[in-house]
């Protein structure tokens, strides 16, 4: 009896698959030292005891032929409740005898097929078997590959999307037009405007710009001044892109059957992307009127930020920042859902492979990196006013209401640069701003996504604020244009 039960506490049999050790999940090395391969027979006695609770699965059992040969045979088999409680009791005592020896020389011999081990199997023989028992649960192990294939999806989460546009073979390529754009902005810093009247200009505004009075106001009386017809469209910013398209449209054409002037199309963020949509779903009723589409700090390629809070598995679901952003832009600001949802990755990637915009359309595209030194933490955009009640017939006066935007665009800016390596301006990354076949304008300077539609307190005068920004964009839109329009004539020719 005694030399049984030493015999006994010497043999320690493993419980996992061939299929699985072909598959990667214990590596060669588990065979050749005794110490993990005592580890690797408990982390699989412990998968056997969890994947048990599953009922239904298959069982391979080795049958040996007259000449020696090993012939594998799989079946499935269904076992009833009451084996299944008999199969979790053999687990679950097999389990203990292992919790309860401090080696594997002590521990007792598991059973495997209705045999008993001897201790003259070698290490590598007890792995082996280990390897065999495991896929008697497919189902379980189905079950721990999701939860694997899960945790990777939500460690991973927009890495592969971002900047897929440059990556894919049918988009036509971009040329650099940054040189020639610093050369019209410090022009226009000196004075030099070379916007032409025989144009309207309509601004775009992005996402949440109902809620901003002050977007694109800037730009707007500094194009007045000048004489400029310019107009910003008043759209639902958060409406579906497509919804928002067809307003755009039905806005050209008042404007254009208004003033019989083409139209020039500046949109930020959101806006771009609107507007872009708007001349690739109806170009063909809106190429007479429109003469060009500069697009700022759009996500024409989609947003990290939107595809992390929505994504199913992305650190939205985690934080229930979803569920957040459905109560505020559903009930609070009485907005869709599917202006955040047309942002994402998936949706820009389907939308664009269905409707590119057309080739022979002039386009600029802007993309910035934001600051993330700590001056700009002290940074206050200034969103709105707040009229106070004036004591005298005086008209009342006018309280600035400021919000730390640049702020957020930092943090936003750094969370992006530490999970996924990439510059933006807070919430778009550079490579997703780039629209294929147009000019690509990169300026240096640190601007974040808030700066160009919002004035800030102490912007540094001497640097060109954001409308200056936006016009030297719509007089390079213009340049580009006529260039297009010259190359046109040249091929008729």
Known sequence: MEATSAMSRESSTPLVNDGVRNDGF????????????????????????????????????????????????????????????????????SHNSLSESSTPATSSPPIHDGETRGSSEDPSQRTHALIESSQASPNGISLFKGLIDRARRTVRGSADDIGWLQRDPSMPPVEDGTERFLEILDNIRHGLHK????????????????????????????????????????????????????????????????????????GHSKGGVDAAAALSLYWPDLKDKVAGLALAQSPYGGSPIATDILREGQLGDYVNLRKLMEILICKVIKGDLQALEDLTYERRMDFLRKHQLPRELPVVSLHTEAGITSAVLATLSHVAHAELPSLSADEPSKLPVVMPLGA?????????????????????TCRDAVVPGSIVVRPKRKLDHAWMVYSSLNDDTSEADASQVCEALLTLLVEVGQRKRHELAMKDE
């Open 26 to 93: 214990i590596p060669q090395l588990l065979t050749s030292l005794p110490v993990l391969d005592g580890a690797a027979s408990y982390l699989a006695q412990t998968t056997s005891l969890i994947t048990g609770c599953f009922s239904d699965y298959s069982v391979e059992s080795p049958s040996r032929d007259s000449g020696g040969s090993v012939v594998h045979n799989q079946e499935m088999e269904t076992f009833s409740s009451a084996q299944t409680e008999e199969h979790l009791e053999l687990s679950c005592s």
């Open 195 to 266: 916007l032409p009247n025989s144009m309207v200009y309509l601004l775009i505004p992005g996402l949440f710009s109902n809620h901003g009075p002050l977007y694109f106001v800037n730009t707007k009386m500094s194009f007045s001044k000048q004489g400029l017809a310019c107009h910003i469209a008043k759209i639902h910013s958060e409406a579906s892109v497509e919804k928002n398209a067809k307003e755009i449209k039905e806005y050209i054409e008042e404007i254009y059957w208004g003033s019989k002037k083409r139209v020039l199309l500046l």
């Open 408 to 428: 957020a665009m930092a943090a936003c800016a750094q969370l992006l640069q530490l999970r996924y390596g990439e510059k933006s301006d807070g919430l778009v």
